[in-house]
């Protein structure tokens, strides 16, 4: 069970990468596109998408001002 959770998400995100590599589109747009062709609710695929790739649609939402940016503080 968990190597068939592990196995769908390693092929989702690497759908997502191929897709953004070959369309030259955001990771957001992406993700919603095939979620729209997969016909899957994009709440649903968030749990299969890898650190990286959200790590990056964090980084463009923040870029378009859909998250606030993250306020990294000295420690002194």
């Known amino acids: 069970m968990v190597g ?3 196995d ?3 092929k ?3 759908s997502v990468e191929l897709y ?3 369309w030259n589109v955001s990771y957001m747009d992406a993700v919603l596109t095939l ?3 997969y016909n899957v ?3 649903a695929v968030v749990k ?3 650190k990286p790739i959200m790590e990056k649609i964090k980084t463009e939402a923040q870029s378009l001002n ?3 940016k993250s306020k990294t503080k000295l420690p002194f």
């Open 4 to 6: 068939m959770i592990l």
């Open 8 to 10: 769908l998400k390693n």
């Open 12 to 14: 989702f995100s690497r």
């Open 20 to 22: 953004v590599e070959k």
């Open 35 to 37: 979620c729209e062709e």
């Open 41 to 43: 609710e994009p709440e």
């Open 48 to 50: 299969h998408l890898s």
């Open 66 to 68: 859909f998250l606030p």
